[in-house]
């Protein structure tokens, strides 16, 4: 079992950055591959970004591609979310999730097995 825990949320203006973490415990993340999602209010869980067990390989949502960069530290069991240039329209919860499954990347919240509890992102403007 994997428990995944996110933190560095919080409100920031229009054009900010904000570094998001996901911490793992119980079990190494190595052989995962880890994902950020997101859920605006009113909306539904959208996916935002993964990488892979190694980290050579990225994907990215259309909607936050040259803005966000997705990277993970291994060793620490850690990965992040560097954000930049943020928008109003990036304001959500947001939640790292761990999947097992073999490559490639996946957009779909139904391939990811673990989940943290999620952080809030507000951008005001």
């Known amino acids: 079992q994997v428990q995944l825990e996110e933190s560095g949320g919080g409100l920031v203006l229009l054009g900010d950055s904000l570094k998001l973490s996901c911490t793992a415990s119980?079990?190494?993340?190595?052989?995962?591959?880890m994902g950020w999602f997101r859920q605006p209010p009113g909306k539904e869980r959208e996916f935002v970004a993964a990488?892979?067990?190694?980290?050579?390989?990225?994907y990215y949502a259309h909607s936050v591609k040259g803005r966000f960069t997705i990277s993970r530290d291994s060793g620490k069991d850690t990965m992040s979310l560097q954000m930049h240039s943020l928008k109003p329209e990036d304001t959500a919860v947001y939640y790292c999730?761990?999947?097992?499954?073999?490559?490639?990347?996946?957009?779909?919240?139904?391939?990811?097995?673990?989940w943290g509890q999620g952080t809030q992102v507000t951008v005001s403007s």
């Open positions: 119980g079990r190494t993340l190595s052989d995962y591959a």
């Open positions: 990488i892979s067990w190694s980290g050579d390989s990225t």
């Open positions: 999730a761990a999947d097992w499954g073999a490559p490639p990347l996946s957009d779909s919240e139904d391939d990811y097995e673990f």
